[in-house]
């Protein structure tokens, strides 16, 4: 793991269902076929629980796709369509900008002229049906883990979670993803900010696991 490297969270499959709405067959799906990937893999092996990990961009922009495609019943070929058109525009097509949807078409303003139309036909549209934003979504991630403070600088192993590898108390946040954080010179703040699951009490609980490991 590289210091530029930007991580502001770390989500199993299951809860990236949970969050998105979208359904743990359809994340494999896109998967497989190359649409979304996941930010990161664990060496596990494809088979095997927790295998893929989602960052917090994957996240936000899992939930866009998830009311283009389940509630508003954009096609899929559509939306390859629109990834493939906005492709110089990385993940920020899905997250930065309002998305509209018309006709079961994904519909932008255009920056050159202000203008929107379908991003796949380019075809200009005058009425828009419905606006698809993207949502909060920090809040349901802060329900989702909230913690004990007796959790708070444990460490421990849980089956089927990241293979029993160890993990923070009340979290999947791996211990070794930490560890790369410190081998790599971040402060403690700094690593917070990237994890905001985490206190400062997790941060020097890894630091003696991995003085400890060496």
């Known amino acids: 793991m590289t210091a530029s490297t930007n991580i502001i969270g770390?989500?199993?499959?299951?809860?990236?269902?949970?969050?998105?709405?979208?359904?743990?067959?359809?994340?494999?799906?896109?998967?497989?076929?190359?649409?979304?990937?996941?930010?990161?893999?664990?060496?596990?092996?494809?088979?095997?629980?927790?295998?893929?990990i989602y960052s917090f961009k994957d996240l936000l922009k899992l939930r866009v796709l998830n009311q283009?495609?389940?509630?508003?019943?954009?096609?899929?070929?559509?939306?390859?369509?629109?990834?493939?058109?906005?492709?110089?525009?990385?993940?920020?097509k899905w997250t930065s900008q309002t998305l509209w949807?018309?006709?079961?078409?994904?519909?932008?303003?255009?920056?050159?002229?202000?203008r929107k139309?379908?991003?796949?036909?380019?075809?200009?549209?005058?009425e828009i049906a419905l606006e698809v934003v993207t949502t909060d979504a920090r809040q349901d991630i802060q329900k989702l883990n909230e913690r004990n403070g007796d959790t708070v600088g444990r460490i421990e192993r849980r089956k089927h979670v990241h293979s029993s590898e160890p993990v923070f108390a009340g979290t999947r946040i791996p211990v070794h993803a930490i560890a790369d954080y410190i081998r790599a010179g971040y402060s403690d703040p700094a690593i917070i900010?990237?994890?905001?699951?985490?206190?400062?009490?997790?941060?020097?609980?890894?630091?003696?696991?991995l003085k400890e490991a060496a």
């Open 10 to 52: 770390a989500f199993s499959e299951e809860q990236v269902a949970m969050l998105t709405g979208l359904s743990r067959a359809q994340l494999r799906a896109w998967n497989r076929r190359g649409f979304i990937r996941p930010e990161f893999k664990s060496e596990d092996g494809d088979r095997k629980s927790f295998t893929y």
């Open 68 to 92: 283009l495609r389940n509630h508003h019943n954009v096609p899929m070929h559509e939306l390859e369509r629109v990834e493939r058109e906005l492709a110089h525009m990385g993940d920020e």
């Open 101 to 114: 949807v018309h006709n079961r078409r994904v519909v932008f303003v255009e920056p050159e002229s202000l």
């Open 117 to 126: 139309r379908e991003v796949a036909s380019r075809q200009f549209v005058a």
């Open 193 to 209: 900010d990237q994890f905001p699951d985490l206190q400062s009490g997790d941060i020097s609980a890894a630091r003696k696991w």
